[in-house]
């Protein structure tokens, strides 16, 4: 089997062809003009073709056939009717020409636009979406499925439609040149076609069969790859090499089954048709023997017979690679419909100002001070300033349904207050953040921001309250300082330096080749996990905001540097509310609240003080009597 998030072309079928068809054809619908002019050109294209074959039958008739045993013909009659052919076919070309420039604007005008509706929508999904689709299955829509398309709107459409054109015209010609000669022609394609798909049936098996053991062969090469160094050190270096000899050798024998018929198709379909010409050339001397037909006729009638079959095998090769195309299509359709993020929230985060009397008010201009501006259904508005008030109230929680990960939470931070999670891996402390910063849902009412119900809140301005160090640190390719500016996009060079020294980052910054313009790539591969995590820590400070939290935003930091930066965290998390999540108790020691999780439940609560002298879980953790993850 490949691997996963590989996807073998072909396989997947669209599943429903008409819908996503009409969706394309919406997308297509701006370029209505130039789609009309396209098809113009492809019939002037086709049409030219079909023409000019047809010209053979008066110059061969009322030229070379009277000019036969002439001394001095008059050859005027003849170079015009040459020119004029040659003109025929210019026109066909520059037809081609235009038409396939004017597709080729129109497929990549068109993909441009899925892929901007494609990512901007990606934007908009909850953070759900992603746990529940693998970044190789969303890369796929953006590389894979935008490949075929393209092939198919520059191609596949085009070239089907000119096909169609050719062949019926072609037909038609044929019919008129002679209706006789046709049924012999038509009747000798007949047999062609079921010699074809005799042997092109017994080809397709083979060639899936060649599929697979190639699926196989690559899936396995994969999995030693990735899992190279187990090999080694268990020694199975032989027993890898034979496997994959084996493997090998069954890939070796189906393809060479797939292309035995695949090999002898084209070569039969090339004689065949030439048995079909002489026939078809036999069968129209014969008439012309007899008097039933003329010379020029058989001449264009013969011309026309190869440019029949030729058409309609590219029909049938389009037909594949359009299907193949829906198929992308419709994957990409299917993200496009994935339902977005809902956020019914109206209560906005606002600049504010205090009267004497402590009265607030709303201010265009930046204060310092910021206000939650909630309106009301009888039309008013009321301020309430923002501190950083955090409560939850009995939050019951889980990512998926019938399995709760969080079971009645209740806790509150007051402003300035410092609240700590301690417990083991998977015990729901992430998940609590989670819940703060709107990731997920939970019911109504049971999350309050400064007395608000946090549903109520725009996320965008919940998410703008409160700054995350977050777990995993990711960092975006751009400079040092672009990524430290990532917390507050108007913060100066000055500020984001000054925030580096708090975050204590400032001195490794400096020894790096470009100091705060060293470019970081692939998400900070040139940096060690503690260089990441200080620089997140550095980001949050100079986002500079009441709510800050810190998920293990230590865990990587050696005990040394941690130590060195606890002053500048300390200065960090001054008159802000904190929820930190420790990996050491040592920094969650001084916090005026921890909550000792335990299967999504909170089984002790208190200060450092408190949990000591209760002898329970924290204290077994703190003495170390239990290990902490
Ligand atoms: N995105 C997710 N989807 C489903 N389950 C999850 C998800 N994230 C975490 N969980 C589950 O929720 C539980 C709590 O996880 P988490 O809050 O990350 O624990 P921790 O205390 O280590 O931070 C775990 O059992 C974990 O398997
Ligand atoms: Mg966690």
């Known amino acids: 089997m490949p691997g996963p998030g590989r996807r073998q072309h072909g396989g997947f079928k669209p599943q429903n062809t008409g819908k996503t068809l009409g969706r394309l054809i919406k997308y297509l619908s701006c370029y209505r003009l130039q789609l009309i002019t396209a098809a113009i050109f492809i019939l002037i294209s086709a049409a030219a073709n079909v023409v000019g074959i047809y010209f053979l039958k008066p110059i061969i008739n009322n030229y070379i056939v009277p000019f036969i045993g002439q001394k001095n013909p008059d050859l005027s009659g003849f170079i015009k009717m040459v020119m004029l052919l040659c003109l025929v076919y210019l026109t066909g070309v520059s037809g081609t020409y235009i038409y396939n420039r004017i597709m080729l604007n129109i497929s990549t005008g068109t993909l441009k636009k899925l892929r901007v509706d494609m990512f901007t929508h990606m934007q908009s999904?909850?953070?759900?979406?992603?746990?529940?689709?693998?970044?190789?299955?969303?890369?796929?829509?953006?590389?894979?499925?935008?490949?075929?398309?393209r092939e198919m709107l520059s191609h596949g459409i085009p070239n089907l439609f000119q096909s169609s054109i050719t062949v019926t015209g072609v037909f038609l010609m044929m019919l008129i040149l002679s209706p006789l000669l046709t049924i012999l022609v038509i009747f000798m394609l007949f047999?062609?076609?079921?010699?074809?798909?005799?042997?092109?049936g017994k080809s397709a098996m083979y060639f899936k069969k060649q599929q697979e053991e190639i699926g196989k062969v690559n899936g396995y090469i994969e999995e030693m790859i990735e899992g190279q160094k187990v090999v080694k050190v268990f020694n199975h270096e032989n027993?890898?090499?034979e496997r994959f000899e084996e493997l090998n050798e069954q890939l070796r024998q189906a393809s060479t089954s797939a292309h035995t018929f695949a090999g002898i198709l084209m070569p039969i379909m090339g004689n065949l048709s030439y048995v079909q010409y002489a026939i078809t050339a036999a069968a129209g001397a014969v008439m012309a023997v007899n008097g039933l037909i003329d010379l020029g006729t058989i001449g264009s009638f013969l011309q026309y017979t190869r440019s029949f079959s030729q058409p309609i095998t590219q029909i049938s090769q389009q037909m594949n690679s359009i299907?193949?195309?829906?198929?992308?299509?419709?994957?990409?359709f299917q993200l496009l419909d994935t339902e977005p993020e809902s956020d019914n929230g109206y209560v906005e985060l606002v600049y504010a100002s205090k009267d004497e009397n402590g009265n607030i008010k709303e201010?265009?201009?930046?204060?310092?001070?910021?206000a939650w501006k909630h309106p009301h259904s009888d039309g008013t508005v009321t301020y309430t300033e923002l501190n950083g008030d955090v409560r939850f109230e009995d939050v019951t929680f889980g990512y998926e349904e019938n399995k709760t990960v969080l079971k009645g939470i209740s806790l509150y931070a007051k402003p300035g207050q410092k609240i700590a999670f301690v417990g083991s891996t998977g015990a729901g402390k992430t998940t609590i953040t989670n819940l703060i910063n709107r990731f997920y849902d939970?019911?109504?009412?049971?999350?309050?921001?400064?007395?608000?119900?946090?549903?109520?809140?725009?996320?965008?301005?919940?998410?703008?309250?409160?700054a995350m160090v977050l777990q995993d640190t990711h960092l975006f390719t751009g400079t040092v300082m672009d990524n430290i500016r990532y917390g507050?996009?108007?913060?100066?060079?000055?500020?984001?330096i000054e925030a580096a020294k708090l975050a204590n980052a400032h001195s490794f910054i400096k020894h790096l080749p470009q100091g705060y313009n060293t470019i970081i790539h692939a998400d900070g591969s040139n940096l060690s996990q503690g260089q990441k995590q200080l620089l997140a820590i550095a980001r949050a400070a100079v986002a500079n905001p009441p709510v800050l939290i810190l998920d293990e935003a230590t865990s990587s930091i050696d005990t040394r540097t941690e130590a060195l930066i606890e002053k500048g965290m300390d200065t960090l998390m001054e008159g802000r509310t904190v929820f930190v999540i420790a990996h050491r108790l040592s920094t969650v020691r001084n916090a005026n609240a921890i909550m000792v999780l335990e299967n999504g439940e909170i089984i002790e609560r208190g200060t450092h003080d408190d949990l000591?002298?209760?002898?329970?879980k924290y204290y077994q953790l703190y003495t170390g009597m239990l290990e902490l993850s």
């Open 191 to 200: 047999l062609m076609f079921l010699t074809v798909r005799k042997i092109g």
């Open 612 to 616: 000591i002298a209760l002898k329970g």
């Open 239 to 241: 027993t890898v090499k």
């Open 442 to 466: 939970v019911p109504d009412g049971k999350i309050r921001y400064d007395g608000i119900n946090i549903n109520k809140i725009k996320k965008a301005d919940l998410r703008r309250s409160l």
């Open 363 to 370: 201010s265009d201009t930046p204060t310092g001070i910021w």
């Open 323 to 332: 299907l193949n195309a829906l198929a992308g299509a419709e994957r990409i």
């Open 488 to 496: 507050r996009l108007d913060a100066t060079d000055e500020e984001c």
């Open 125 to 149: 999904l909850p953070i759900k979406f992603f746990d529940t689709h693998t970044h190789g299955e969303l890369m796929s829509r953006f590389t894979n499925d935008i490949d075929t398309l």
